[in-house]
């Protein structure tokens, strides 16, 4: 059974930090690019970063840019993305989203909330 389960949402303040994780099973994750994408209430999902299946390379969208890194460890099948400089904007709904080809799995998606 193909599984990508998100964890290590929840409430911080502004300027805090937060490190989501991506748990594969099911599947080759080491085979697949891994993307992180969020949806914030009433907005349409956002891409927020790439990486490639090897990890040795990242691309990030330019709002996140510089304050959210992506990591991965193919051999514990896990992806991570550590967000430092958390804004109020950052609030939003976040899942990450493993690709090859024309395969495609989502995770459940795991809140951030940003909030004073």
């Known amino acids: 059974q193909v599984q990508l389960v998100e964890s290590g949402g929840g409430l911080v303040q502004p300027g805090g930090s937060l490190r989501l994780s991506c748990a594969a099973s099911?599947?080759?994750?080491?085979?697949?690019?891994l993307r992180w994408y969020r949806q914030a209430p009433g907005r349409e999902r956002e891409w927020v970063g790439t990486?490639?299946?090897?990890?040795?390379?990242?691309s990030y969208a330019r709002s996140v840019e510089g304050r959210f890194t992506i990591s991965r460890d193919n051999a514990k099948n896990v992806a991570f993305l550590q967000m430092n400089s958390l804004e109020l904007e950052d609030t939003a709904v976040y899942y990450c989203?493993?690709?090859?080809?024309?395969?495609?799995?989502w995770g459940q998606g795991t809140q951030v909330t940003v909030s004073s």
């Open positions: 099911g599947f080759t994750f080491g085979d697949y690019g």
């Open positions: 989203n493993a690709v090859k080809s024309y395969e495609t799995y």
């Open positions: 990486i490639t299946s090897g990890g040795k390379g990242t």
